[in-house]
C-alpha cells in the first residue's frame, strides 16, 4: 500500500514540475520596414518582458530572412506577409494587440504563470 501511496505522490510531483516549467513557444514574423510590424514590435515587446520565462519567442524576419533557421521557418508557415504570430505551432488569429494575444497565450497554461494572473 505504501509503494502505491508513493507511486502516485511521485506521478504528482512529476506531472507539477512539468506543467509549472511548460512554456508557450511563439515565432514572430516581422519586417522593418512594415508600419505595422513596427507597432507589432512594441506589442511583443510588453508581452515578452511580462511573461518572463513561461515564454519562446522567436524573432524572424518574414521578407529578408537571416539565417537557415529564419528561411526554414518562412517556408514552413508559408509566410507572404507580415506580421504574423504563430503560438505553439498554430497561426494567431486574433486582433494584434496586447490583451488578445496575452488570453490566447495564458489559456495554454494548466498551471497559469505570474504574467497571466496579473
Do not use: W
Amino acid at each position: 500500500m505504501k509503494s502505491y501511496a508513493f507511486a502516485i505522490s511521485a506521478i504528482f510531483l512529476l506531472s507539477f514540475i512539468i506543467f509549472y516549467n511548460q512554456k508557450v513557444e511563439i515565432i514572430y514574423f516581422f519586417n522593418k520596414g512594415c508600419f505595422i510590424s513596427n507597432m507589432t514590435d512594441v506589442i511583443m515587446n510588453e508581452i515578452e518582458m511580462d511573461m518572463g520565462k513561461s515564454v519562446h519567442v522567436i524573432y524572424a524576419d518574414g521578407f529578408s530572412p537571416r539565417s537557415e533557421f529564419e528561411s526554414m521557418l518562412v517556408q514552413k508557415y508559408n509566410i507572404n506577409s507580415v506580421p504574423v504570430i504563430i503560438i505553439d505551432g498554430k497561426i494567431f488569429s486574433g486582433e494584434f494587440t496586447y490583451e488578445s494575444l496575452k488570453t490566447d497565450i495564458c489559456k495554454r497554461f494548466v498551471i497559469k504563470p505570474k504574467g497571466c494572473l496579473k
